[in-house]
């Protein structure tokens, strides 16, 4: 009689694999609240910026002083008026009543008409307006100081033609992929990324360590089930949530925000679905060494949520960062998704214009996925 | 002694005791406010631009040279046919492509006028926008300069003062600029021909006359550090009493809703208070950030702002019995002010129906109050109006927790 | 004697769930009055119910005179209450548990002092009072919760499940500072599903299904069901129970 050989257990099938999996899914599903932010998340994220997010510059609320009040000013503050680029907001009188308004934060840019202002340029051909901005935000300023500028120039050109200028250059200037400069195309691929990762990441940790902190993992590991079977069922539930957040944002995109997948849906959830399992294995890796709930939540959000902010580059453009950060960029995942969806979604792009992405992507994959296996196991053993 | 204080003493106690969450919620902010105004660079600098020279001219020579000299541009590419250029753009290789076609320089002396053909990518709105313009920017001044030798005219100072008009620094104003709130550079953009009169526009900027984006971002950068912290913790604490079962014991007691309540809210407003200061220092240190205006204005500013955020951190806590709740409810809430509250995109960009929604976001206003104060150096008087909404919202946040809270269920 | 805790159909429907159905009951002052059931039976509701933590649905409920539904917090300062839990902050030492504790009961501070003394020897923990909770072994655990119970003197003190997990010499150990209480005067009402203590009862009711199925003293009981111990009169009185364990 040999022992324990003739002990009698009979390997894991697939059906108790999914009864394990079925009983993940039902914890998940009964948390309403958690389920409210799995799902309404994203949904809020992607109708909330995608709509409202915006990098176009315009409606800037402005003050005029006129000190001059001839023909040419007039000309000239109407112009202003009518453009949709500023929002005329009054007349100033003073100077303090101009640094009290920008204080109070009420306008972003004064113009001021000194005193005989058309005599001057009828007399001596010259005349100078000046223009102050609030710098408090560089890119604002200097954007609408362009656009007051070129206001001018086109009313100079005016003046110009009366006489004839000659050699005149016209940059004749097209948008290309979202010519009404929408703030969701840049937007809604990076919010893509950044709610994937942290969703999966945060609820995959937590929802191991909530087991550990009950003490249930211990059952589970004295059963017969295999490791990566435990693991298996645990990730389950949210990847397949993922993968439905997905789809739905893909819809409302389309939908709602006029942002159809160009390229091929099924390269793009291919991908997705790399980018997913590679999120989730970070959430198992952050499992391993937290202790408490709160720890892994966290962990998860200071750890994850700011490189992936920062160094995706949806936020901040890579370049422009220090060059120790830009190479540090390339070991976050996020980065490379966020690529790919602009390719294939926004451009239309195929998977000749991304396999070395993919393949960067995959091989995240594996590695993370190797990684937390082997650490997982050798933690509870 | 109260029973505040005993509560009071408790969770002091409790929370200087927590040495791992201690230095997570000290530490971690420190080290974001050092990395991410490194990284949160708005100005755009280094678009590539992918160039197709069909005229081979001098002018077009010229052109290129000075789009290249101007500092703001990157040739990434010289092909021959615009399409070759546009697929550079494709490949995210080069976000504009500039053509100039054939007989630019013969056709632009013999019809008056000649077209320049430009293509940019317009997925990311900020750099298309600035870098339309510094290209429009380089343009006119090539177009004035062309102009001015053409006519041989006497020479005049030169409109060359190009692109680098938008940013440039002045020769005069130094550190005393930024203590008196304003810095001011002058630059005149255009010099006028002999035959036509020409209006020439001066501009200066105030409160940040070197353009640098540290000054804006660091202020905002900080408020969310403090935000994270006041909405999660808070919302944390109380549910952690809740699952450990002494919120039960405290229930029974004869501690008042209202007592239990501030008692909980103080240590999280110290902690806040703590927190901000350290960032308020180490942006000083690390980035030069320091307030033009009073810090008696920012301070009473970060406190009613706490007292609004913990009050939503509290609310959530009343509708969370698990700590996983508590998570998913102020994550929710976290992500979403952190996009829409203006530290990364402008308010005033969007529309109205979401403007509308973000003037109920304390951090907004709070972001907006930093910014003022921090660079401007606006008082009490000029920042009124958010002070007030943020009073507003936290006392109707604060009062429905407390209306929620229930110590008999 | 003039009853401390008096109920007449007290009542607690959670939906169309009854978990407490129309109960009454009297206890008396310095009684050890026990309540039994098992898991599910509605012991738990009920007393939450006595304690101002959970509003009847129907019925009356006097707790040291006060009305239990508009005098909640007039009850509470009469009362002191031990969960299941032991509600200790785990964080804290002995001391400052006691000292946190007695202070918002409105305790002056030289009396919590005092206390903290007469308690801690009382308990034997005199070396523990700077151990942090956390450290403690279960029995001392709960010992300490008790007392810090009963620090503010209270008329009535709740005990819910008070000795689970811990072995027969320290559950006996513990019942002597009942007796202890008891004898001071403080009554005492104490849930329980071991039936062994309900012989350490002056009183003792048997919940079944929501309802009290018996009330008598433990001798009483034995005699009237004809049994030897509590044990067999619990399982007379609950084998035809409908509702199981949760």
């Known amino acids: 009689m040999s022992w324990p050989g003739t002990l009698n257990v009979k390997p894991i099938n697939m059906k108790q694999l999914l009864i394990f999996i079925r009983k993940e899914f039902l914890h998940v599903f009964r948390d309403r609240k958690t389920l409210l932010m799995l799902f309404g998340l994203p949904i809020a994220q992607i109708v909330l910026f995608g709509f409202a997010l915006s990098n176009e510059i315009k409606d800037s609320k402005i003050v005029v002083a006129d000190y001059s009040k001839d023909a040419v000013t007039r000309q000239i503050i109407n112009k202003i008026a009518s453009s949709k680029y500023f929002d005329l907001e009054q007349s100033l009188q003073s100077a303090t009543q101009l640094e009290t308004a920008f204080k109070k934060g009420t306008i972003k840019m004064a113009v001021i008409f000194p005193e005989n202002f058309g005599n001057d340029l009828i007399h001596t051909g010259k005349a100078t307006i000046q223009v102050i901005a609030d710098a408090s935000d560089p890119n604002l300023a200097t954007t609408i100081t362009n656009y007051i500028t070129q206001i001018i120039t086109d009313y ?103 942002l159809p997948v160009k390229g091929s849906v099924l390269l793009l959830v291919f991908d997705s679905i790399l980018f997913i399992l590679t999120s989730l294995s970070i959430g198992l890796l952050l499992s391993i060494s937290a202790k408490t709930q709160q720890a892994a939540m966290m962990g998860s959000l200071m750890g994850m949520m700011l490189p992936t902010m920062l160094l995706t580059g949806f936020l901040f453009p890579i370049e422009n960062m220090p060059l120790a950060m830009q190479w540090l ?49 050798i933690r509870l053993q | 002694m109260s029973t505040l204080s005993f509560l009071l003493e408790k969770e002091f106690r409790q929370l200087l005791r927590n040495k791992q969450l201690l230095r997570t919620l000290l530490i971690a902010p420190v080290i974001q406010l050092i990395l991410l105004p490194l990284a949160a660079d708005y100005s755009v600098k280094n678009i590539s631009i992918a160039v197709v020279d069909n005229d081979h001219s001098t002018f077009s020579r010229k052109l290129i040279a000075k789009i290249t000299a101007s500092g703001h541009f990157k040739l990434t590419g010289y092909t021959a046919s615009y399409n070759e250029a546009l697929s550079l753009v494709e490949q995210d290789k080069a976000d504009l492509a500039l053509q100039i076609p054939v007989d630019f320089e013969k056709g632009l002396v013999r019809e008056n006028s000649q077209k320049l053909y430009v293509a940019i990518d317009a997925i990311e709105g900020t750099k298309a926008n600035l870098g339309g313009a510094y290209l429009s920017s380089i343009v006119k001044d090539f177009n004035e300069d062309i102009r001015v030798n053409w006519q041989s005219a006497p020479a005049m100072a030169g409109g060359a003062t190009g692109p680098q008009n938008l940013n440039e620094r002045s020769s005069n104003e130094g550190p005393s600029s930024m203590v008196s709130g304003k810095g001011a550079t002058f630059q005149t953009s255009t010099v006028s021909g002999d035959d036509a009169p020409q209006i020439s526009v001066a501009s200066s900027n105030w409160y940040n006359p070197f353009m640098n984006f540290k000054l804006y971002m660091v202020p905002a950068i900080l408020v969310t550090l403090v935000t994270a912290m006041a909405a999660m913790q808070s919302a944390f604490n109380i549910v952690q009493e809740k699952e450990s079962g002494t919120i039960e014991q405290i229930n029974v007691t004869p501690i008042k809703k209202h007592i239990f ?54 609310l959530i806590s009343t509708y969370s019995g698990t700590q996983q709740q508590a998570m998913s409810l102020s994550f929710f809430f976290i992500n979403i002010f952190n996009m829409m509250s203006g530290v990364f995109s402008s308010v005033d960009s969007m529309p109205g129906w979401a403007q509308a929604i973000v003037e109920t976001f304390p951090p907004s206003h709070f972001i907006k109050i930093m910014r003022m104060v921090v660079l401007k150096g606006s008082g009490f008087g000029d920042i009124g109006y958010h002070l007030a909404a943020m009073a507003l919202i936290g006392l109707f946040l604060n009062t429905w927790a407390v209306l929620n809270y229930r110590k008999t269920s | 004697m003039q009853p401390v805790i008096t109920t007449e159909k007290l009542t607690k429907r959670f939906g169309h769930f009854i978990a407490a159905n129309e109960l009454t009951f009297e206890v008396g002052k310095g009684e050890i009055f026990g309540f039994l059931g098992a898991n599910g039976a509605g012991k738990t509701t009920a007393m939450r119910m006595l304690c101002g933590l959970l509003t009847p649905t129907s019925g009356k409920a006097s707790i040291a005179g006060f009305d239990v539904y508009t005098q909640t917090e007039k009850i509470k300062r009469r009362i002191g209450y031990m969960s299941q839990k032991f509600s200790l902050y785990d964080d804290l030492t002995v001391a400052e548990n006691i000292r946190f504790y007695g202070g918002i009961y409105g305790m002056a501070t030289r009396q919590i002092k005092d206390k903290t003394t007469e308690l801690l020897q009382e308990l034997q923990l005199q070396n523990e009072a700077k151990t942090l909770v956390r450290e403690l072994p279960l029995g001392w655990k709960q010992k300490l919760s008790f007392s810090v119970s009963i620090v503010h003197g209270p008329d009535i003190v709740f005990l819910d499940e008070p000795t ?42 048997i919940m079944v299904d929501g309802v009290i199925a018996a009330l008598d003293s433990p001798a009483n009981l034995k005699q009237q069901f004809g049994s030897d111990s509590m044990e067999d009169v619990f399982y007379e009185l609950a084998r035809n129970a409908k509702r199981k364990a949760d």
């Open chain 1, 329 to 377: 960029s390339n070991i976050v995942p996020s980065r490379w998704y966020f690529i790919i969806i602009k390719k294939v979604m926004l451009k239309g792009l195929g998977f000749s214009s991304v396999w070395k992405e993919t393949l960067i992507l995959s091989g995240m994959c594996l590695l993370l996925f190797a990684i937390s296996l082997r650490r997982f196991k």
């Open chain 3, 164 to 205: 689970g997990g811990v072995d027969p010499v320290t559950r006996r150990q513990f019942w002597d500072l009942i007796y202890h209480a008891a004898d001071k005067g403080v009554t005492v009402f104490v849930t329980t599903h071991y039936m062994d203590e309900a012989e350490y009862c002056n009183r003792v009711s």
């Open chain 1, 156 to 258: 100079n050109a005016q003046l110009g033609n009366n006489s004839g200028q000659p050699l005149q250059i016209v940059p004749e200037v097209q948008m290309l992929y979202n010519p009404e400069l929408r703030g969701a195309p840049n937007f809604v691929p990076g919010v893509m990324a950044l709610v994937l990762m942290l969703v999966c990441t945060m609820m995959t940790s937590v929802a191991i360590v909530k087991e550990k902190e009950l003490g249930t993992m211990e059952i589970l590991l004295v059963s017969p089930f295999k490791t990566i079977y435990i693991i298996i069922a645990k990730l389950a539930p949210n990847l397949i949530i993922s993968v439905i957040n997905l789809f739905i944002i893909l819809i409302l995109s389309s939908v709602f925000l006029d």
């Open chain 2, 261 to 314: 309540i501030i008692g909980k809210l103080i240590p999280f407003l110290v902690l806040g208070i703590v927190i901000f200061t350290i960032g308020l220092g180490v942006g000083k240190l690390f980035y030069g950030v320091t307030p033009v205006g009073n810090l008696a204005v920012l301070y009473a500013s970060l406190i009613v702002y706490l007292f609004a955020m913990l009050g939503l951190g509290l």
